[in-house]
């Protein structure tokens, strides 16, 4: 009994706080958030950063398992960086300058982020590409997340990059984590943990 207890309560805090990184990397402290997605009652870390709207304010403020992170990136333009995808094409962040672009952490193994796979796609399907670019980054081999991505019908780009990539992005620590990253090329909002499609759009489209 005792056993099941606890096999249910990690089940529990996976689904909150989502998965950490198998091999993270250390970021520094001053560009981590700490509360846990589940505290709505800590100070938000975005609250005195000019680059942070009152329309993203207002949306961080109602969130619901996720917490803003590597907030003194914010309004800083993002490196770029070469990928490819599941099926060969190569993507460069760059290539997108003038769309909006979600770069999402991810993994097969990982429950929230399963989980966020239906929002991704409804968001692909109300969003058209000329408007947003997502790139679902996972570091497994691309055979595990080809196969994932065909048994999800996933219809947004899926990338296996099991090279390095720049920081901020080489200093997330757990995922689903997703840089949310403006037309002009600079970072606007890193979410850590699962989001649902209202929340995903209206951080695309906050000014």
Same mark, same amino acid.
């Given at each position: 009994?005792?056993?099941?207890?606890?096999?249910?309560?990690?089940? %529990?805090?996976?689904?909150?706080?989502?998965?950490? *990184?198998?091999?993270?990397? *250390?970021?520094? %402290?001053?560009?981590?958030?700490?509360?846990?997605?589940? &505290?709505?009652?800590?100070? $938000?870390?975005?609250? =005195? #950063?000019?680059?942070?709207? *009152?329309?993203?304010?207002?949306?961080?403020?109602?969130? #619901?398992? /996720?917490?803003?992170?590597?907030?003194?990136?914010?309004?800083?333009?993002?490196?770029?960086?070469?990928?490819?995808?599941? #099926?060969?094409?190569?993507?460069?962040?760059? &290539?997108?300058?003038? =769309?909006?672009?979600?770069? !999402?952490? /991810?993994?097969? /193994?990982?429950?929230?982020?399963?989980?966020?796979?239906?929002? !991704?796609?409804?968001?692909?399907? !109300?969003?058209? %590409? &000329?408007?947003?670019?997502?790139?679902?980054?996972?570091?497994?081999?691309?055979?595990?997340?080809?196969?994932?991505?065909?048994?999800?019908?996933?219809?947004?780009?899926?990338?296996?990059?099991?090279?390095?990539?720049?920081?901020?992005?080489?200093?997330?620590?757990?995922? $689903?984590?997703?840089?949310?990253?403006?037309?002009?090329?600079?970072?606007?909002?890193?979410?850590?943990?699962?989001?649902?499609?209202?929340?995903? =759009?209206?951080?695309?489209?906050?000014?």
């Amino acid at each position: 009994m005792t056993e099941l207890v606890l096999v249910f309560c990690l089940a %529990a805090c996976i689904v909150l706080v989502g998965c950490k *990184k198998s091999s993270p990397a *250390k970021a520094p %402290a001053d560009k981590q958030s700490s509360p846990s997605p589940a &505290d709505k009652t800590a100070a $938000p870390a975005t609250a =005195k #950063n000019p680059a942070v709207s *009152k329309a993203l304010e207002e949306i961080i403020a109602h969130r #619901n398992s /996720w917490n803003p992170i590597l907030v003194d990136y914010y309004g800083k333009e993002m490196p770029d960086f070469k990928v490819e995808d599941i #099926n060969g094409k190569t993507h460069r962040l760059k &290539d997108y300058r003038g =769309k909006n672009v979600m770069v !999402i952490m /991810w993994a097969t /193994w990982c429950l929230p982020c399963r989980e966020e796979i239906p929002h !991704i796609i409804a968001l692909r399907e !109300i969003m058209p %590409a &000329d408007k947003l670019a997502i790139l679902a980054i996972s570091n497994e081999p691309v055979d595990t997340v080809k196969a994932m991505a065909q048994s999800r019908n996933i219809n947004y780009t899926v990338i296996s990059n099991q090279s390095s990539l720049p920081e901020p992005f080489s200093i997330v620590r757990g995922i $689903p984590t997703a840089f949310f990253v403006r037309p002009d090329g600079a970072l606007k909002l890193v979410v850590e943990g699962g989001s649902q499609l209202g929340e995903m =759009k209206a951080i695309i489209l906050a000014e």
